[in-house]
């Protein structure tokens, strides 16, 4: 039985608070930890780290779209900002074919955080050939999560010097 738990909300960055230095922190510590994770061949670690940083992203920009209403700082995966706010993200300057190819992107992350010992129906590969494709998703991650990171801050900017903010 599902339990109807409070929302997670992404905390507001008001003026003097220390949330922005919070989360750049914790960013400068993650791109150390995929550097690190990267040099020992963890990629599923670096898929995780990736996830978690697009997904902060976006969250932020729907935040800043929205101007931090509660329901624009919800928590979500990925796949669910694209789909509830796609068509917003893109109005605001995001290039939809970084969405298409980030669409893509999750759904090899998928794969490798909920499918790496499951087997598909006429698709047999061997753990070796999982960890060649799961170092391609990680690089690949490493990469979306930089750009969309340059992105969103560039458009946040953008809404927040024509809001007056």
Same mark, same amino acid.
């Given at each position: 039985?599902?339990?109807?738990?409070?929302?997670?909300? #992404?905390?507001?960055?008001?003026?003097?608070?220390?949330?922005?230095?919070?989360?750049?922190?914790?960013?400068?510590?993650?791109?150390?930890?995929?550097?690190?994770?990267?040099?020992?061949?963890?990629?599923?670690?670096?898929?995780?780290?990736?996830?978690?940083?697009?997904?902060? #992203?976006?969250?932020?920009?729907?935040?800043?779209?929205?101007?931090? /209403?509660?329901?624009?700082?919800?928590? #979500?995966?990925?796949?669910?900002?694209?789909?509830?706010?796609?068509?917003?993200?893109?109005?605001?300057?995001?290039?939809?074919?970084?969405?298409?190819?980030?669409?893509?992107?999750?759904?090899?992350?998928?794969?490798?955080?909920?499918?790496? /010992?499951? /087997?598909?129906?006429?698709?047999?590969?061997?753990?070796?050939?999982?960890?060649?494709?799961?170092?391609?998703?990680?690089?690949?991650?490493?990469?979306?999560?930089?750009?969309?990171?340059?992105?969103?801050?560039?458009?946040?900017?953008?809404?927040?010097?024509?809001?007056?903010?």
């Amino acid at each position: 039985m599902k339990k109807n738990k409070p929302a997670k909300l #992404r905390e507001i960055n008001k003026i003097g608070s220390q949330v922005g230095k919070y989360r750049e922190n914790l960013y400068k510590e993650a791109y150390q930890r995929i550097k690190s994770a990267k040099k020992h061949g963890y990629w599923l670690e670096i898929i995780a780290i990736c996830d978690s940083i697009i997904g902060d #992203r976006f969250e932020s920009l729907v935040a800043a779209i929205k101007n931090q /209403v509660e329901s624009g700082r919800k928590f #979500r995966t990925i796949s669910q900002i694209i789909e509830n706010h796609g068509p917003k993200i893109v109005r605001n300057g995001f290039p939809q074919s970084v969405i298409d190819e980030l669409v893509e992107w999750v759904d090899l992350r998928n794969r490798f955080m909920h499918e790496i /010992v499951k /087997v598909r129906d006429n698709e047999i590969s061997s753990w070796e050939d999982r960890i060649i494709l799961a170092k391609k998703t990680a690089e690949t991650g490493i990469k979306y999560s930089r750009m969309i990171d340059k992105i969103t801050r560039q458009i946040i900017i953008n809404i927040r010097t024509n809001s007056g903010i």
